[in-house]
């Protein structure tokens, strides 16, 4: 990493992450990645940001292309990892109570009743969500932030844990309704899985077959297992220079000249939860500035709107963000 040793107090930040607990959970996420990588081929880091966000309670946003493997990807995680998985495909008529559920009146018991909808699960993938209506899409705000629904009155709780991956496609825009703001800075990271390389294209029409590609893959971990990573990951040191360096990031975005709206503190505590993420995913139990670097884009590029010179420049929030980590100097850590 090209990082200077931590002091001798600090050694046990090095070793922990690769005995013990650590080494079971670095061991795990690798077997899940390598089951998922059966049927997503070429696309590991995406995997791994997945998984990430995951590991760190956070939703995913896809945006892509259809055909691209995004609801393949979401289902390969939920068999791999044990996870209660439910689909909503979105149109413009899909109600609220479609994704929080709805109470109805029972004459036999004289008592009004539950019935749940589609976020009473682990992992919702919400397919296509930009093609429903407002109303409909701010139905999971108080779900995805709050793992709670509220029903005429009547608060309940989701089943722990909670995910959301949804996708959108970003070309297509007839009949589609933008995130509401709020909604997007809800989501941890936005990623997009992108064409195949060609090697990996030929792979794929190779082995592809009239079986489903879903019996291939096999369960790997269950929810305890996802229990136990997300307490290691919170133990994930990150010393102050870390946080100054994400809030300096984040700062850089509020008052940048091309940028109408800046990374809120909610982003901000999503940048630190990635981070040390990617830290344990590179056996590390300690963060270090180039965990910060290889997620901020993800985290913060649907977080901020870029102003009318930035469209008059072509300039796209990956590029305005990947200029402000060029320009804001990482820390040197244990000197």
Do not use: W
């Not at 830290?279 to 965990?291: C, L």
Request: aromatic share 6%; glycine share 4%.
């Amino acid at each position: 990493e090209n990082i200077r040793l931590p002091q001798k107090e600090n050694f046990a930040f090095i070793t922990m992450i690769k005995q013990g607990e650590g080494k079971i959970m670095y061991e795990k996420l690798e077997a899940i990645e390598q089951e998922i990588g059966k049927v997503i081929k070429g696309k590991k880091d995406v995997i791994q940001k997945v998984l990430m966000a995951i590991c760190a309670s956070g939703h995913v946003l896809l945006e892509d292309h259809p055909g691209s493997g995004k609801t393949t990807l979401a289902k390969a995680i939920a068999k791999a990892m044990e996870l209660d998985y439910n689909r909503q495909q979105f149109t413009p008529d899909t109600m609220p109570s479609d994704i929080i559920g709805y109470s109805f009146y029972n004459k036999q018991k004289e008592e009004f009743q539950y019935v749940p909808g589609v976020v009473q699960c682990n992992l919702l993938l919400g397919d296509e969500i930009n093609r429903t209506s407002s109303k409909t899409q701010s139905a999971l705000l108080e779900a995805m932030e709050e793992k709670t629904v509220t029903v005429d009155g009547n608060t309940m709780a989701l089943p722990d844990p909670f995910i959301v991956i949804a996708t959108q496609n970003p070309i297509t825009s007839g009949g589609t309704q933008p995130l509401p703001d709020s909604q997007c800075d809800r989501f941890m990271v936005r990623l997009s899985m992108g064409y195949p390389a060609f090697e990996d294209e030929v792979t794929i029409l190779r082995e592809n077959s009239d079986e489903d590609a879903m019996q291939q893959i096999h369960q790997i971990a269950a929810k305890e297992d996802l229990y136990r990573i997300k307490e290691q990951i919170a133990k994930v040191v990150v010393k102050d220079q870390i946080l100054e360096y994400i809030c300096r990031l984040c700062e850089a975005t509020r008052s940048h000249d091309e940028i109408e709206r800046g990374v809120s503190t909610r982003g901000a505590i999503a940048v630190k939860r990635m981070a040390m993420a990617n830290a344990a995913f590179h056996e590390r139990n300690y963060v270090i500035p180039k965990d910060v670097e290889e997620i901020f884009i993800d985290v913060c590029a649907h977080r901020i709107i870029c102003n009318a010179r930035a469209k008059i420049e072509e300039n796209s929030e990956q590029h305005i963000l990947q200029r402000i980590l060029e320009q804001i100097t990482p820390p040197s850590l244990f000197q």
